[in-house]
């Protein structure tokens, strides 16, 4: 709690960052159904560059600044005429309380007239979270405010069943280690597939990340996932929405 009371108070880190935005497609529509924000330097320098410079004293900040940064940059992009929602990454451990450290979000969402219905606030773990009752907390916490959430990398690392058992976001996003060459792996079809059940008894919505070749996407498809993410659909465009085209087959069928 004191590091993130500190954190609010800070002006000592500033971050020199912009957004680039990859849609997530719902493929049956063919339209972006969210375009996930993801970190860059000012200039376009990568994401690693960027996240080299977060430490455990500055990463209030750096999550604060990403959430201001994808919300205006989202919306001079032009995101309100498509009607797609925003997918913000922020890191749990940055969160030290939810009401309070949203605050400054849903003020920028407000002074750019993006509708706050329209955020999705996906969180991933890397490392093994010590405090998963926190993490329930922001997510029921974001539920109640009409947030939605996504777990990332799901299947890989610690993200995975555990978690899903104990708090349930509204979107699982299946790690890419599934999703490439599942057209070729029947082992992580099998798999895919489960996750599908899982996610269907939840109420959980899956949308698999990654996506790269054609064939990828069929066996996707073929498997039920509706939403889909990744280079076969569109690249991520620095500062601009860019535009979606599914896979020839896909028109074939």
């Known amino acids: 709690m004191q590091t993130g009371c500190q954190g609010c108070r800070s002006t000592d880190h500033e971050f020199s960052i912009a957004m680039a935005f990859q849609p997530i497609v ?6 972006p159904f969210a375009y996930e924000a993801l970190v860059r330097g000012a200039q ?10 977060v430490t455990p004293e500055n990463r209030y900040a750096f999550d604060q600044k990403c959430r201001v940064a994808a919300i205006e940059g989202a919306v001079e992009a032009g995101i309100l005429a498509t009607g797609a929602r925003l ?3 922020f890191l749990p451990n940055a969160v030290y309380s939810p009401l309070a450290c949203i605050q400054l979000t849903l003020k920028t969402a407000s002074a750019v007239g993006f509708p706050t219905d ?3 606030f996906e969180f991933t773990e890397n490392e093994e979270m010590v405090d998963t009752e926190h993490v329930r907390g922001i997510v029921e916490s974001y539920r109640r405010m009409g947030f939605f959430t996504a777990l990332d990398d799901f299947g890989a690392g610690h993200a995975g069943l555990g978690l899903l058992a104990q708090f349930q976001p509204d979107f699982i996003k299946l790690d890419r280690e599934l999703i490439r060459g599942i057209d070729a792996s029947s082992q992580r079809r099998v798999i895919v597939a489960g996750m599908m059940d899982i996610a269907r008894g939840l109420g959980v919505t899956v949308i698999a990340e990654g996506v790269e070749t054609p064939g990828e996407f069929a066996a996707l498809r073929a498997l039920g996932v509706r939403h889909i993410q990744g280079y076969v659909l569109a690249r ?14 896909v028109h074939a069928d």
């Open 118 to 120: 329209r955020l999705i």
């Open 44 to 53: 376009g320098e990568g994401a690693a560059q960027v996240l080299a410079q």
């Open 26 to 31: 719902d493929v049956e529509t063919g339209l």
């Open 236 to 249: 991520p465009g620095f500062r601009t929405l860019p535009v979606a085209t599914l896979p020839p087959a």
């Open 87 to 89: 997918s913000i990454n």
